[in-house]
Nanobody
Framework: QVQLVESGGGLVQAGGSLSLSCAAS????????MAWFRQAPGKVREFVAA????????YGADSVKDRFTISRDKAKNTVYLQMNSLRPEDTAVYYC???????????????????WGQGTQVTVSS
């Protein structure tokens, strides 16, 4: 297992930017993939972006492509989510997730990931 701690959420106006960070600890050498999900009030948790830990291949949901960028710093065991051109509909709690001990590529399915952070609130005002 790994432990994940998110930071960087907050309140921003529409069109603005925010950067989220997720620091991993524990069995970080076994991380296969890390991802960001989000959950708005009354809605299911949805996939935002993922990155394979070893090679750094990235994947993003259609709703955030060209606006959000996922990256990682392996030396710091940290994954980032740079969010630009934010919209009110991006308002949600953002969660960091990790897949440990194997699995190729990524998944948009919540249950594929076995470690989760506590979440950080992102609020975009109109």
């Amino acid at each position: 297992q790994v432990q994940l701690v998110e930071s960087g959420g907050g309140l921003v106006q529409a069109g603005g930017s925010l950067s989220l960070s997720c620091a991993a600890s524990g069995r970080t050498s076994s991380i296969a993939t890390m991802a960001w999900f989000r959950q708005a009030p009354g809605k299911v948790r949805e996939f935002v972006a993922a990155i394979t830990w070893s090679v750094g291949n990235t994947y993003g949901a259609d709703s955030v492509k060209d606006r959000f960028t996922i990256s990682r710093d392996k030396a710091k065991n940290t994954v980032y989510l740079q969010m630009n051109s934010l919209r009110p509909e991006d308002t949600a709690v953002y969660y960091c997730a990790a897949r440990v001990y194997g699995g190729n590529g990524y998944s948009t399915v919540v249950s594929w990931y076995d470690s989760w952070g506590q979440g950080t609130q992102v609020t975009v005002s109109s």
